[in-house]
């Protein structure tokens, strides 16, 4: 199939942008874009919208289009995450905690009955005060059987993230592929419905069974995933052996 038109200008713009513009920089405006390089200016538009779409440009109101920074490192390895609440405690900011029980779905993923109850905590992951991630944790309440009450929502959060700490991780295992955010996602993301997003679930053992299932949400647009010096994800298995997964 022949290329594009508007693939072919993304293509480019990005030569353009690489050599002649720096971050922050603003692009002349969608007249004198579409006179140099030639084209219709609804061709620019979408070169344009998919270039913001990858994160290479982004829009201000009042000010025009920019250069966009480059993608922050995001660190998901254990020495610098370390357990759910713990050594990452400040970089996520917890935004709910419910407790119902488990959909068929999410019971096959812990390995519980259906119906059986669950705590989930979302939570934000915020690197330099930008949202760069949300997060799912969701434990089964027989793993945590010495929960202590609650009277509110945020204790109940603080409670359980508190427990699980107090957990002996022995097995872990980690998954990274390509996704959208969907609405709930994209409100606390800062970003429309459908925005490219790196989803990574990581599961977590602790005497032989699993005890939590994190489902994390990274925006591909601003973020990169860092696993460490050997870029390769090493994990300890949890029931079997996984894949060592290279970090794009």
């Known amino acids: 199939m022949p290329e594009p038109k508007y693939w072919h200008l993304r293509t ?3 030569r353009a942008i690489d050599s002649e513009f720096s971050t922050g920089q603003v692009l ?3 007249r004198e874009l579409s006179a140099r390089f030639g084209v219709a200016r609804a061709t620019l538009r979408q070169a344009l919208d998919q270039l ?3 994160g ?8 025009g289009t920019l250069i966009a920074a480059p993608r922050v490192g995001v660190p998901v390895n254990r020495q610098e995450e370390g357990w759910p609440g713990a050594g990452r405690s400040q970089a996520w900011r917890t935004v ?3 407790t119902a029980p488990a959909s068929a779905q999410l019971a096959k993923d812990l390995g519980i009955a259906e119906g059986a109850t669950v705590h989930t905590v979302r939570r934000v992951r915020l690197v330099e005060g ?3 991630a949300t997060e799912s944790l969701h434990v089964p309440a027989s793993a945590l059987p010495h929960l202590p009450g609650f009277r509110a929502e945020s204790d109940r959060a603080r409670s359980v993230l508190r427990q699980l700490e107090r957990l002996e991780v022995d097995g872990e295992s980690r998954a990274v592929e390509l996704g959208v955010a969907e609405a709930d996602e994209a409100v606390l993301l800062e970003r429309p419905p459908g925005t490219p997003v790196l989803v990574m679930t990581t599961q ?3 005497a032989g069974r699993l005890v939590a299932l994190a489902v994390s949400t990274y925006r591909a647009d601003t973020c990169k995933l860092t696993f460490g010096e050997t870029g390769l994800v090493e994990v300890t298995p ?3 052996t996984p894949e060592v997964r290279t970090a794009s």
């Open 12 to 14: 480019v713009l990005l």
């Open 28 to 30: 002349p405006n969608e």
């Open 52 to 54: 913001e779409l990858e």
């Open 56 to 63: 290479r440009l982004v829009r201000r109101r009042g000010i």
């Open 96 to 98: 709910d905690c419910t």
């Open 130 to 132: 930008r949202a760069m």
């Open 204 to 206: 977590y053992a602790s």
């Open 238 to 240: 949890v029931g079997a």
